[in-house]
């Protein structure tokens, strides 16, 4: 490479830039203007591509000169659409006269040591963007908020515009420790009152489905098709998810900002965008913006709601984020995270849920190698089990609760624990699952000696309900010796344990086999224990089930 040549090029382009004057007269076809403008794209590229060889000086001409550029080509009369369309029908640019100034600003903005984030040593208090003197900032996000097919700004154009705004909220964060220009107001649109729009808010306006739709059938060598669809979407994710970290985390006036950003998200409906957006992309695409649904399900039952209301159960959708041929771990973990949460919150997603139709596929999933799936499908099930036996019968009917079985015997402790506490509550509101619990009996009682406190909290309260609803699995738990298995439990365990211990040895001494096992093993006895214990005599819920076993035991 001859860099002399390269760089009279540049300087050539940057000759172009800054000799350009609008004409008193705009026209369709003003060739001084397209120089400008091509001359724009080519010294940016330079910048980006060679910055070993070419290095821009941004001062006040260039500034001015940029400003001149955007002045004039708004200025000029709207040209005609089909030489843009090139065989289509939507007429986006391939390039328009607006990208080059749009790369230069992405120059300009990328930069952490450039003008426009200089301070004024003459002043004692200072803002951020105090260098930004021309408010490039300012006029890129006007740019933004007008672009649309008829604007002179390609889809490359709008993704650079996009990612001016990006560059600039990172360098907020960097160097003021601060993200208070996510909510600044900005230039409202015609008609809307001031305050109305803010940056965050204009962002998430650039998933609208008519925009997304234009690109996707826009070729995808000129910029747009699912390719072109996956690097518009990926930016304003990642803006999105940089919305969601503290730039301090000990400020409350930061945490402020994201109860802001969370509220403008909801009232521009992001999540209904987002989910509509998957349709537009490749499945390879899907998991930035899908760990943006699964943090806002949870964060919020509304963004739950509008999650399942914008279609995110709809079986294409949601059958695809689970497909563990097609899908990355991450992605399937996000989607398992989303079912889990709604199920969760409340038996009102029940149904639609259950009418994703996705049991086989959860079938599936327990067989994963990745202990964290086969560890979120046993959450998710405890939590279809929560509030009501809906999920029984398709439990059953698909075999859902082997997996469950399983999950109980494996090695993985994370898998373990919550395998327990989904097989608790597939036995908490009937008997319909016992028989297919049944084998699950040996793994409960083994886990009754995890080193996990939760682990063992879980498999103790499994076991209550497994005589909570009738006598099915009482033979099977005084085979496996249930009963003395939770007296010792009683006995040594932690005091914080021991109230659930009671409440399941109240369950059992329901039944005659059980109470005579328990009182010749020496219940009562460790019940005197419990009651003269400092650390649990004072327990009301010990107090309330102790007193229980006793009448239990009295009336036998």
């Not at 708004?74 to 289509?88: D, F, I, Y």
Request: hydrophobic share 40%; proline share 4%; glycine share 6%.
């Amino acid at each position: 490479m001859n860099a002399k040549k390269v760089q009279s090029l540049a300087t050539q382009g940057l000759y172009a830039v800054t000799r350009y004057k609008p004409e008193k007269k705009p026209s369709k076809n003003n060739a001084q203007l397209i120089y400008a403008s091509a001359a724009c794209l080519f010294v940016a590229y330079l910048q980006r591509e060679l910055r070993d060889v070419v290095s821009i000086n941004v001062d006040n001409a260039l500034m001015d000169s940029l400003c001149l550029i955007i002045e004039g080509v708004k200025s000029v009369p709207n040209r005609p659409v089909e030489p843009r369309a090139l065989g289509t029908s939507f007429g986006c640019s391939e390039y328009g006269l607006l990208d080059g100034v749009a790369h230069i600003m992405s120059v300009i903005f990328s930069d952490p040591k450039s003008v426009v984030y200089m301070s004024d040593s003459s002043k004692r208090n200072h803002r951020f963007l105090e260098g930004d003197s021309r408010n490039l900032f300012r006029i890129s996000l006007e740019l933004l908020r007008d672009s649309d097919s008829k604007i002179e700004l390609s889809p490359n154009g709008v993704q650079t515009l996009l990612r001016c705004a990006q560059q600039v909220l990172q360098q907020e964060r960097e160097q003021e420790n601060s993200m208070n220009l996510f909510i600044e107001p900005i230039a409202p649109y015609s008609g809307q009152p001031q305050g109305s729009l803010t940056l965050i808010a204009l962002v998430c306006r650039h998933l609208g489905t008519d925009y997304l739709h234009e690109l996707h059938d826009w070729p995808e060598s000129r910029g747009g098709g699912a390719v072109g669809v996956s690097a518009h979407l990926t930016i304003i994710c990642q803006i999105i998810t940089d919305s969601f970290r503290l730039a301090n985390p000990n400020s409350a006036e930061d945490d402020a900002v994201v109860r802001d950003i969370q509220q403008i998200l909801y009232k521009e409906k992001l999540m209904e965008m987002l989910v509509q957006a998957l349709d537009y992309t490749e499945i390879a695409f899907w998991g930035t913006p899908f760990a943006i649904i699964s943090k806002l399900v949870n964060s919020s039952q509304h963004f739950a709601k509008a999650f399942v209301d914008g279609g995110g159960l709809e079986p294409n959708r949601i059958q695809r984020v689970l497909d563990v041929k097609k899908s990355s771990t991450g992605l399937i973990s996000d989607g398992l995270n989303v079912l889990s949460q709604l199920a969760r919150l409340s038996k009102d997603f029940y149904p639609a849920i259950h009418g994703a139709n996705l049991y086989d596929t959860f079938a599936v999933l327990f067989q994963q190698t990745e202990k964290e799936i086969r560890g979120k499908m046993c959450t998710l099930i405890g939590n279809l089990c929560k509030h009501s036996p809906y999920f029984y019968e398709p439990m059953s009917k698909y075999k859902l609760v082997d997996g469950l079985v399983n999950c109980c015997n494996d090695k993985d402790a994370y898998t373990q624990k919550f395998s327990a506490f989904a097989v608790g509550n597939a036995a908490f509101h009937s008997d319909y699952l016992y028989a297919d619990l049944k084998p699950s009996i040996p793994a409960i009682l083994k886990l009754l000696s995890s080193s996990d406190d939760k682990t063992r909290q879980n498999a103790a309260g499994a076991l209550s309900n497994f005589v909570r609803n009738g006598d099915q699995l009482v033979d099977k738990l005084v085979e496996y010796r249930a009963a003395e298995a939770l007296l010792n439990m009683l006995k040594n365990d932690k005091a914080s344990l021991k109230s659930i211990i009671v409440i399941t040895i109240n369950s059992f001494c329901v039944y005659p086999v059980f109470r005579d096992k328990l009182v010749s093993s020496g219940l009562l006895q460790v019940i005197d224990e419990l009651e003269s214990d400092p650390s649990t005599c004072n327990d009301a819920t010990i107090k309330k089930y102790v007193g229980r076993i006793k009448d239990r035991i009295n009336q036998g």
